[in-house]
Structure formats: structure tokens, C-alpha cells
């Protein structure tokens, strides 16, 4: 039984197979959160709440002449309301009919239900019945009659709890939301630091690690999307926890639209964390009788650090988010045109890439953008979704055709959102375009958005769109967005809706998504935002893949990659390998890493073929033949950091097979140095008593003759689980700059026999 629930004392307990969340509502009918970590019993956590008479923090009426300790400003609660006596960063902020900005609500009753909940319109994490379960809980202010209702989900086996909440009116008169979180988390006491990810387009996912400091940190965007800038997923880890020791709890926003994170350590060293819709561009009204849902969090902690919150939340966004025939089929290899060609290219320059990637093995060609309307650069014919068949020199059926005839599937580049000045549906529909009337709107990649928050935009994008499809066998779709959304505006919303314009829009792209690929199963699409600026759980449910960044540079790749595992899947990363040198850095990097480094994704290419030596494309030959070969290892198996890119020479990660059968460790030189330390691996998920080979992905005694290689590389060395964990073995050093070495280990015993030849 995941939910246990004690009716005389009203103290809700979620149990998953290593952690327990509790609650309680409490003599005065606050939701108090009493308990979050590592698994324990479901006995009454209150009593560890501690309570004392603290100036200035006022106490309820109800109780205020007899307690003096009992303040909402002190004590740890699910659902906090701004306005009546919690002055910390509280989760709902409304404005009443009169003015008032006051919401107070207390506990209303509860209800259980087999399975996972799910939230109309929005993503949300899926289950059968019997891998889940769902607690509801009741809060209600009895003067306004709003009701906040919190889901509970947890999927017990994989450590995981979900939360969203759904608001309605029952009162009569108007509520206006103006902050709506969809959690607040508590920590009665704790030392904690919280890690998260900012960035910039080209370059997403950096890693930072901070201490929760008294006074509010926040990450957040107000871009229309996600973005670039912040991840909507954070960690808050105890201080000195590390990869494999230490408590920590993982937050994944499952939204694509603006969010705020925020984090306040109060005047008693208590931590607080909310996650929601951000509220500068957020205000939402609601009459008697409306409602509202509030996006989901998926919420993980483990008691073992960050590797193992990020597992679980691998398994979860793997086999809970993403949806559809791709989830677990292998994605087909493919090749993108755009740094081949960018705009300038012509049907027969695209059938000689694909002709030419098809004699290597790989096996979908994607045409990006610039095959549509007017486009020969990016400042025109966004919106017009019909191929430019002058510069094709043919439709676009016979040029699918024909790459198709060639035994490569045919993918395509689409950005539905976008419009250009200079497009024909602009000429036809100005209105559609997001900005106020009467101001000019702000440009961005010469371009504006469509407004997705209306419904015939939305209508005219999903038939636009299925018209084309429909008539081209098309195997891959790239869903692209390349700019941030301000001059936020819907003609079609009064002025006293304005603020609901942001989240209206991603409910509109949600619908939109949600009909295309619901039309097209056969269809693998990927997100994309100008790179990772939709890189979010949320997205992830209708596109099980997300173009990681524009950067392809392989050593840059590192860290976005680095930062994308904390909270992501390797098998949502879009990862190509691309030209050197690169075109973003003009750095260049051997083959080799960059093959390896585009493994730890979906893989594919992204070059011009025929720029390519005879040794080169052996090489790219022999890169798609050991990513097939190891595709369920890397897509599927438990993944490690070892080392991270922000410190010394090498970066190293690691995949396991969760049998512990075998794992690839891939390290790559981020820093050369003369004379360099040695770089140990110490290997994780193998078992103890089993023996291991080493195998790496080139010979290195035959093309470097002389060289030392460390123990357990020479032919026949075999090591146990039990000491590859304990010491490791140690990286072959660098023989290029940037050299990169995939590691094989394979079981090749099931017991290790002592005084044998295992160490
Ligand atoms: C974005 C994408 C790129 C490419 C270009 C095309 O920047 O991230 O991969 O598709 O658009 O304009």
C-alpha cells in the first residue's frame, strides 16, 4: 500500500519503496507537511515540528488568544496562501472580488483512487493502475468558496511523486489567481544547497550548486517557453552530499511555458521550495463554477545522491513521460542537412547527402529548414508550409520519393509557431501574430509567433500541418521554436484576460501537439527550441526526443549533456556529430570523441558527407555499427556520472546493463596536460563477484606500438565487479587533444575464483 492513511488523526503517509511523505491537517485544519526523505514508518511526524512564541508572527483567530505558537509563518505546510499570517513565499496569491488579496485554506476531506491521475490538456506522468496511486486532497477558504484540490501521485516502485493541483471557484464571486503554484515543499530543519542549470541559447545546461541562503533565490523564465536561460528542474541536496551519498530531492517541472522555482530559508533556518507558472505574466479569473489545473512536478529524493535521483528520474520521464512507438522502439540514425547546407541547397544537393549517408548506414534523411515559402535566410516565409518547389526543383512528394527510393527514410524540419513579417499568412492573417495592437512588436530572428492561445490559429496549424504530412511518407518530424515570446497579447482575450495569454499558449501548442501526434503514431518527432530552450519534461511527453543545443561542438556538448543528465534521459538528448572544425567554436576535435560523445543520445550526423576523407567515412561506418550494437545498453541501461567537465583533465560517464551484465564507460580528454595524472574509474552497477573484461574501442597496441596500457586492457585480464567498484581501473592516457575512449566491460565469468586470474 503506497498511501496509508490514519482517519482518526488525519495524518496522510506516502510510502514508495524508499521514501515516505507525510501530512497532517491539523486542530485548526491547516495541511501540514510533517515529513519528507528516506523511507520510515507511518507514525504521526508532527510531534517532531517544533513550536514557540515568535514576535511578529502572528497567530489564526481561532487559537491566536490561547497559543501563541501556532503561526503560519513558522509551520511546514503543503499549500501556502499569501496574505494571512504565512509571509514567506507562499504558493497561491489571489485577489478577491473586494480587493482583498487574502485566501485561507484549510483541510476539506480526502479521497483515494486506484492509478495515476491525469491532468486534461496538460502532460502529465502516465501509469497502469496497479504501478500507481493517486491521494486527493481538499482544502477550501470558507469565505471565498475557492477550492484548491492537491493530487497526490506515486509510483511506489520507482521512488517517485507527482503533485498538481486544481483550483476551482465555488463561490459567487469573482477570484482572480495572480500566483498558483503547483507545490510548496517544507523542511522543518536542514542545511541544504540546491543545484540548477542556467544558460544562454548555444549553450544550455550549465551547472550550478549553491547554498540556500536566508532571503529567496529563484530560477524562473518569463519567455513564453521553458527556455534556455534556467531548466525548469532543480535538486536540493543536503550539504555534503555528492554523487553516491547523501539525501536529495529532485523537482522536474512537467510544463513547457514560464515557471519560477524559488527557494526561501526563513527566520528559523526552515527551507521552503516552490514550483509553478510564473507569476509576472500570470493572472487568471474565475467565476463561480471554473477551474482551474495547475501543471504537474514530479518529485523524486534519494539517500544516496545525486546519481540515484537522476536514475529515478530517467526511469520515470523514460517510461512514465514519453509516449508512443518510439518510446522503446530504436530511433532510426539520422542525417540533418542544416550545417551541411544551412539555406543553400537544392533537391539534387539533398538526394547526393542522403544517397551518400545511406552507403554509411545511416538511415533517415532530415531536411531543416529553409525547403518552404520564401526562405532563403531566416528573415522570411516562416508560416508558410508549402515546399519552395522552384528551389527543390521538384515537390516535395518527389523529393521524399526519391530519397525515400534510395532506402532512407525522409524526415522534415517544421516551426508551426513561427511567422515571418514576409510570409503570405502574415499578409493574410497580421492579427495572428502575438503583439499588442497599436505598439510595434519586438523582433527576434527577424520574426514573430503565432498566437497559439487561439483556437483557429491552433485548427489552421493542425490541418496545415497533416495536409503536408499526409501527403509525403515522412518518418521524422523537428519541431522547432526559435524565439522567446513578448508583446504577450491575444486579440481574442478581453483586458481583463490578458494575464492568461503565456499559459493559454502552451495549452494551445499542448492541443496542437496532442492531435498531430496522436494522427501520426508512425511519426518520431523531436522537440526542439533554437537547441535546448524547450528542453522540459513537459515537451518530452508528446516528442520523446529534444535537440540538445545548436552547439555541436562535442567538448562543449560535454557539459550541456552533463547538466541534461542530472534531470533527463540519455535517450531525449538529440546529439549529432558534426564537422571540425566546429562551426560554433571553430574548435576542432578527432572523429572519434566527436562519435562518442553524440552516443550518449539519440546520435546521428549533421554534416556534409562529401567533405569526408575514405578513412573518415570508415570511421563514421564503424561509429553507426557499435551504436547499434550497444543501442538498448545506452539508451536503456543505468547511467553514471563519474567525472564531471567542470574539473580536472577528463569527463568521464558510464552506462550499466541493470543486470550488471555490462557497461560502457566513455571518457573524454576535456584538458590536455603534459605529464598528466592518471584518471581512475571507479565502476558502478556491476556485481561484486563477477569478472570483467576490458575492451576499448580502438586497438591501441596496434596503432600506437609502445605504448603502456593500464591493467586490465592487456589481452585476457580480467577484473571482479568488487574491485573494478573499489579501485577502479585507470583511463588510457590521451594520445590526440581531446582524445576520447569508449570502454567496454562485459562479464566473461559468473564467479570469481579465488587464486585464479581475476584481481
Ligand atoms: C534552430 C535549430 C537548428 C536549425 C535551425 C534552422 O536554430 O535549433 O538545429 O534547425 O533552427 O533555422
Redesign the pocket.
Known sequence: MAIIIDDENRIFTLQTQNTTYQMKADTQNVLLHTYYGEKTDHSDKSLLIYRADRGFSGNPYEIGKRDRTYSLDSLPQEYSSFGTGDYRITSLRVQNQDGSQAAELRYAGYRVQKGKYDIPGLPAAYAQNEEAETLIIRLADAYSGLEAELYYGILEEMDIITRAVKITNYGKEDVILNKAASMNLDWEYGDFEWISFYGRHSMEMNFQREKIHHGIQAIGSVRGSSSHQYNPFAIVCEKGSNETMGSCYGFSFVYSGEFLIEAEKDQLDRTRLICGIHPDNFSWKLQNGDMLWLPEVIMTHSSSGTGKLSRNLHKVIREHICRGKWKNSRCPILI?N?EATYFKFNGEKLTEIAKQAKQLGIELFAL??GWFGNRED?SSGLGDWFANEKKLGCTLKELAERITAEGMQFGI?LEPEGISEDSDLYRRHPDWAVGIPGRKACLSRCQWILDFSRKDVQDYIIERISKLLDGIPVSYV?W?C?RAICDKFSRLLDSGRQGEFAHRYVLGLYRVLEELTEKFPEILFEG?G??GGRFDAGMLYYMPQS?GS?TTDAIERLSIQYGASFGYPVSAMGTHVSTSPNHQTGRAVPLSTRGCVAMAGTFGYELDISTLTQEEKAEVKEQISRFKKYYELIQYGEYYRISSPYEGTCTVWEIADPSGREAMVSAVYHHAQANPAPVRVKVQGLKDEAGYQLFLNEDLKEKYPGRRLPYGFGSGEVLSGAALKQFGFVVPEAINGFQAWQIHIKECQPVIETGGRCV
Open positions: 540533418n542544416w531543416d529548414d531566416d524540419w523537428k522547432d526559435n526542439c533554437g537547441g535537440w545548436d
